[in-house]
């Protein structure tokens, strides 16, 4: 079975390392697995330059969950980090003092800035720099354009980048709205389309579904490839019980006029009758009562226990993903 999943950073690093142990050791496919493939395309939007290097918060979050050496606690980064480069950096006074880039971790960015500078896209820089490790996924940049997120926060239309509204200020600033800069001239990058369109089944993560879910399906092409394919499209609420179950998307949602809700998410992403995005919905067992918002709404719904707490509990949630999905 071939499965295409749209992720952000956290959140859905975790799903996709559920979805992996599902179908290698749960559910395997009489081959062990190997005839199954998961393709995540993920948030670019997140990204930037900072002391002449290309960060990609996104993907690196996926691949380190994945490799097995993220900072599990700390939710982003390398476990095991030092940070004294960053140390000198801030002796310096260049990058932003608030922004740690441990020393691993900057193993990973100067390869990709290196990558990027010898003229590859992200997307081949990303395939280059995944190879080191055993990931079992294809991971996929959503672009190789420069889309960056950024924030209006104020009525003259200032903008900060999303990462110092997000990191710095902890998403405190009231959000008036978010722009994907240069957004129309990109492009999906090569293989997204192809890895929607032909895929046996489409997830969306249980990530920010402004910035990061968002952000993926802005990019022209993207959703249009969503609302057609000829694969079934479930999504997992990022929601659970009125709150987010992790950073701040809350504020996100406040910013589009969307309430911090199981079923609101749902009605934002819309049914694929009518449009949107969306064959099904899992929702938290919290908030059961939101099935029936959501089957109103044309989209199938279950709610299934929704936190994952461990590599068993989010192969749970995967499998309860593919069974909404293909009953
Ligand atoms: N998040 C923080 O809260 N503080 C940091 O200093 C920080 C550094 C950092 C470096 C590399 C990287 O890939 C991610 C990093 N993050 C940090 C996480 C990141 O800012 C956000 O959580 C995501 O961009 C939101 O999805």
New binding site residues.
Partial sequence: MKITVLS???GGARFLRGLRHHLRHVHPDGNGGTTDSITAVVNTG?DMWLTGLR????L??IMYTLAGANDEER???RIGESERVSAELRAYGVGWP?????DL?LGTHITRSHYLRSGLPLSEATARIAARWDLGLRLLPATDDEVETRVVIDDEGSTLHF?EW??RHRASLPARAFLQQNVEAATPAPGVLEAIAEADLVLVAPS?PVV?IGTILGIPGIRHAVTTASAPVVGVSPVIGGAVVR?MADACLEAIGVATAADAVALHYGSRATGGVLDGWLVGGEDAAAVPVVLAAGIRAAAVPLWMRDLDTSAAIAREAIALALP
């Fill in positions: 952000g950073g956290v997140d960060i990609s918060p996104d690196d979050s939710g982003w980064g608030w922004f740690t880039l441990g971790d990462q997000w990191t920010n990061s950073g």
